[in-house]
C-alpha cells in the first residue's frame, strides 16, 4: 500500500542534541512538508518542499534544518538552537499541483527533549 | 496573512445528537478549503473538501459548505458516533502560484462523544 512512513514514533534526546526525524513516502509525489503540532495551537508549517533539491522556511523554520535528496524522501533534523523542540511532528505529502491535491500525513514522531 | 480560526473546543455529546464545528477564514484569493480529521495517536486524515465557493464537500455523514459571503466552511453531521470522536481540523490552501498544496490549520477542535 502507498503511503507515507515516519519513523520513529518515540525518540528522546537530552538538551543540546541534534535529532533526526525520517519520513519516507512512495506515493510519487512531488511536494513534502514538515508541520510541528502543539496542544491547542493546530499545525504550523517548519519547512516544505516543492520538488527534489529544492526546498523552503515555513512559518517557524527557525532552528531546523531538511534536505530533499530524493523524491521519496524528506528528513527533519531538529538542532539545539530550537528552543522548544519537545512536540508532535508530522510529515505530509501532496502532488503539489494546481488542483489543490489533498494532504497524505504521516502518522507522526513524538520528540521529547529533556 | 492566510488564516483559519475554529470554534474553541472540546466539544462533548451524546450519540446520535447533531454535531456543527464552526470555521472561519481569513484569506487573499480563492482558496480551497478542507476538514481533516486526527484520532487518537495518529497523522491527519482529509475529511472532506471544496474547491470553489457554494460548493458542499462531503464524507461519512459529515457535510460542509463553502460560503464566500461569511468566509466560513462550518462542519456538520446529523447523528454523531462514538467513533467520530477525534480533534477536527480546518484547513485553507495558498493559491499564489509558488506554493501549491501549502496549507494553513485552525487550532483543531476536540470531539468526545459518549454513548
Known amino acids: 500500500d502507498g503511503g507515507i512512513t515516519q519513523s520513529p514514533k518515540y525518540l528522546f534526546r537530552k538538551e543540546g542534541q541534534n535529532v533526526t526525524l525520517s519520513c519516507e513516502q512512495n506515493?510519487?509525489?512531488?511536494?513534502m512538508y514538515w508541520y510541528r503540532q502543539d496542544p491547542g495551537q493546530g499545525l504550523r508549517l517548519i519547512y516544505y518542499?516543492?520538488?527534489?533539491?529544492?526546498?523552503q522556511k515555513g512559518d517557524i523554520a527557525e532552528g531546523y534544518s531538511v534536505s530533499r535528496e530524493k523524491k521519496e524522501s524528506f528528513p527533519l533534523t531538529v538542532t539545539s538552537a530550537q528552543k522548544n523542540p519537545t512536540a508532535f511532528y508530522l510529515c505530509?505529502?501532496?502532488?503539489?499541483?494546481?488542483?489543490?491535491?489533498?494532504?497524505?500525513f504521516g502518522n507522526g514522531t513524538r520528540l521529547t527533549v529533556t | 496573512g492566510n488564516s483559519v480560526t475554529q470554534m474553541e473546543g472540546p466539544v462533548t455529546l451524546s450519540e446520535e445528537a447533531f454535531l456543527t464545528i464552526n470555521c472561519t477564514y481569513t484569506a487573499t484569493g480563492y482558496p480551497s478549503l478542507f476538514w481533516y480529521v486526527q484520532y487518537p495517536g495518529e497523522g491527519l486524515q482529509l475529511l472532506l473538501k471544496?474547491?470553489?465557493?457554494?460548493d458542499k464537500g462531503s464524507n461519512k455523514g459529515f457535510e460542509a459548505t463553502y460560503r464566500k459571503e461569511t468566509t466560513s466552511f462550518h462542519l456538520e453531521k446529523g447523528s454523531v458516533q462514538v467513533s467520530d470522536s477525534a480533534v477536527y481540523f480546518c484547513?485553507?490552501?495558498?493559491?499564489?502560484?509558488?506554493?501549491?498544496?501549502?496549507?494553513?490549520f485552525g487550532q483543531g477542535t476536540i470531539l468526545t462523544v459518549h454513548p
Open positions: 506515493l510519487n509525489h512531488d511536494a
Open positions: 471544496a474547491t470553489k465557493a457554494d
Open positions: 484547513a485553507l490552501s495558498d493559491r499564489d502560484g509558488t506554493s501549491y498544496g501549502k496549507l494553513t
Open positions: 505530509a505529502s501532496s502532488k503539489g499541483d494546481r488542483n489543490n491535491s489533498p494532504l497524505h
Open positions: 518542499s516543492q520538488i527534489v533539491n529544492d526546498f
